[in-house]
Nanobody
Framework: QVQLVESGGGSVQAGGSLRLSCAAS????????MGWFRQGPGNPGKEREF???????????TYADSVQGRFTISRDNAKGIVYLQMNSLEPEDTAVYYC?????????WGQGTQVTVSS
């Protein structure tokens, strides 16, 4: 059974950093354009917010305006892992973070990883 597995979340103070990882059990991610998404505490029933995406080769990356300059998406295709380096974290970044194929998802989501930023 294929699963998306996100990890690396935690609790940090504003200005801190975290690095998230995304892998898939039972499937490799190296052939997909991948994205990171998040769902904040204020919108549990709403669509997940796009955060960043990366092309298959890693040469092309895109970011939401809210994280541009603070977050960096990368990937290690040899390991089949996609990363999200988050620096200068702000309380508004508090959310559950998910990864998925982008723009067309895989049809399911992983459990996500919680990021909590305190002021």
């Amino acid at each position: 059974q294929v699963q998306l597995v996100e990890s690396g979340g935690g609790s940090v103070q504003a200005g801190g950093s975290l690095r998230l990882s995304c892998a898939a059990s039972g499937r490799t991610l190296r052939s997909y354009t991948m994205g990171w998404f998040r769902q904040g505490p204020g919108n549990p029933g709403k669509e997940r917010e796009f955060v960043a995406a990366i092309s298959v080769s890693g040469a092309i990356t895109t970011y939401a305006d809210s994280v541009q300059g603070r977050f960096t998406i990368s990937r290690d295709n040899a390991k089949g892992i996609v990363y999200l380096q988050m620096n200068s974290l702000e309380p508004e970044d508090t959310a559950v973070y998910y990864c998925n194929r982008h723009p067309q998802g895989l049809g399911f989501w992983g459990q996500g990883t919680q990021v909590t930023v305190s002021s």
